[in-house]
């Protein structure tokens, strides 16, 4: 089984920073694309930040500038700075990987977090 365990949310004033962690374990044989997702109350789940395994980013036009995704591919963790932050930031952050479980797989399965919630407020 594989887990994906995300820690740092929580409660900031606005213009505040926070940094989210996702740590994988279990049974990985290869780790690839590692991503963060976001799920305000009553909208969809939006993708807000992706990395590939060789460090390419992408980012969400409404967090570029202000967030950065990076990762440790030796600790299998990837993570998210997140600075400026504003209201409409408040939601559950989820975490995504791409991993092969074993070498005989043929194709990678995406896996999730459990989410945790970070809330911009005064």
């Known amino acids: 089984q594989v887990q994906l365990v995300e820690s740092g949310g929580g409660l900031v004033q606005p213009g505040g920073s926070l940094r989210l962690s996702c740590a994988a374990s279990?049974?990985?044989?290869?780790?690839?694309?590692m991503a963060w997702y976001r799920q305000a109350p009553g909208k969809e789940r939006e993708s807000v930040a992706g990395?590939?395994?060789?460090?390419?980013?992408i980012y969400a036009d409404s967090v570029k500038g202000r967030f950065t995704i990076s990762r440790e591919n030796d600790k299998n963790t990837v993570y998210l700075q997140m600075n400026s932050l504003k209201p409409e930031d408040t939601a559950v952050y989820y975490c995504?990987?791409?991993?092969?479980?074993?070498?005989?797989?043929?194709?990678?399965?995406?896996?999730w977090g459990q989410g945790t919630q970070v809330t911009v407020s005064s």
């Open positions: 995504n990987a791409e991993i092969r479980m074993r070498w005989s797989d043929s194709n990678y399965k995406r896996f």
């Open positions: 279990g049974s990985i044989f290869s780790l690839n694309a």
């Open positions: 990395i590939s395994s060789g460090g390419i980013t």
